[in-house]
């Protein structure tokens, strides 16, 4: 079991750069892959990006390659999300997920998560 709180959100103006991080409860943290998704009103939840238990192997959603960075911080218990260039197509309640079978891939499919913070919401005004 684990718990993931997500925090560092806010309004910021399109260019404008924004980190924001999840921390997770329990001893077992490097064993879960992790991952960030968002949710626009109205919209369906999408994949943003991801990262391996260990070797720091990640992946991209194409509307953020380039624009987002995905780290991890095993000791902390800490995953951030680095967002460079935002833009307001970027707004949206960002949520962060652990996948128990993180050992075997890297998921970016929702149901592919067993755990999920409350989220921390991101405006980017144009």
């Known amino acids: 079991q684990v718990q993931l709180v997500e925090s560092g959100g806010g309004l910021v103006q399109a260019g404008d750069s924004l980190n924001v991080s999840c921390v997770a409860s329990?001893?077992?943290?490097?064993?879960?892959?992790m991952g960030w998704f968002r949710q626009a009103p109205g919209k369906e939840r999408e994949f943003v990006a991801a990262?391996?238990?260990?070797?720091?192997?990640?992946r991209y959603a194409e509307s953020v390659e380039g624009r987002f960075t995905i780290s991890r911080d095993n000791a902390k218990k800490t995953v951030y999300l680095q967002m460079n260039s935002l833009k307001p197509e970027d707004t949206a309640v960002y949520y962060c997920?652990?996948?128990?079978?993180?050992?075997?891939?890297?998921?970016?499919?929702?149901?592919?998560?067993?755990?999920w913070g409350q989220g921390t919401q991101v405006t980017v005004s144009s």
């Open positions: 329990g001893r077992t943290f490097s064993v879960y892959g």
């Open positions: 997920a652990a996948d128990q079978l993180g050992l075997l891939r890297i998921g970016v499919r929702g149901d592919e998560y067993d755990y």
């Open positions: 990262i391996g238990r260990r070797f720091g192997t990640t």
